[in-house]
């Protein structure tokens, strides 16, 4: 059933560099990266920026129908989860966060050259199979 399974690349950026891509994805040093993601028509989002926009969504139509809001706002709010997720970014396809593998593959393919370099320092390609993926600590869960 694997067949069935969407995928996402996720990359980490250097510092000056997740700076740059929050404030201002043109940013000519940026130049590599951006054109990768132009020629898949794919964009950045960083992790932390959509998790704060889920905990203020969440607060402004009420958190009771938001079943990660406890979770993600204890995560935002600690200064060492804080520094990992303003560095990591999820890679959006044609707006959507999740594809299919051909186009996950490809895109893992054209930027795994810029890991380890100024830009991005790590790359990951995550599934959706729930049994993959971490789920919030049972105190968090309703």
């Known amino acids: 059933m694997s067949s069935e399974w969407q995928y996402?690349?996720?990359?980490g950026l250097a510092d000056d560099a997740?700076?740059?891509a929050r404030r201002d994805p043109g940013d000519r040093s940026l130049k590599p990266l951006?054109?990768?993601?132009?020629a898949h028509h794919a964009t950045l989002k960083c992790q932390f920026d959509?998790?704060?926009e889920y905990v203020a969504e969440a607060e402004q139509r009420g958190a009771e129908n938001y079943p990660l809001y406890a979770w993600t706002k204890a995560t935002i709010e600690q200064p060492e989860k804080k520094a990992k997720y303003i560095k990591s970014f999820t890679v959006y396809l044609?707006?959507?966060d999740v594809y299919d593998r051909k186009a996950a593959d490809a895109l893992e393919a054209d930027l795994r050259p810029l890991v380890g370099g100024p830009l991005i320092t790590?790359?990951?390609k995550h599934d959706t199979n729930p049994a993959n993926n971490p789920q919030p600590p049972a105190r968090f869960r309703k």
């Open 8 to 11: 996402q690349i996720r990359i």
């Open 18 to 20: 997740a700076r740059r």
């Open 34 to 38: 951006a054109d990768i993601l132009s």
């Open 50 to 52: 959509a998790f704060a």
């Open 94 to 96: 044609d707006g959507r």
């Open 122 to 124: 790590r790359l990951a």
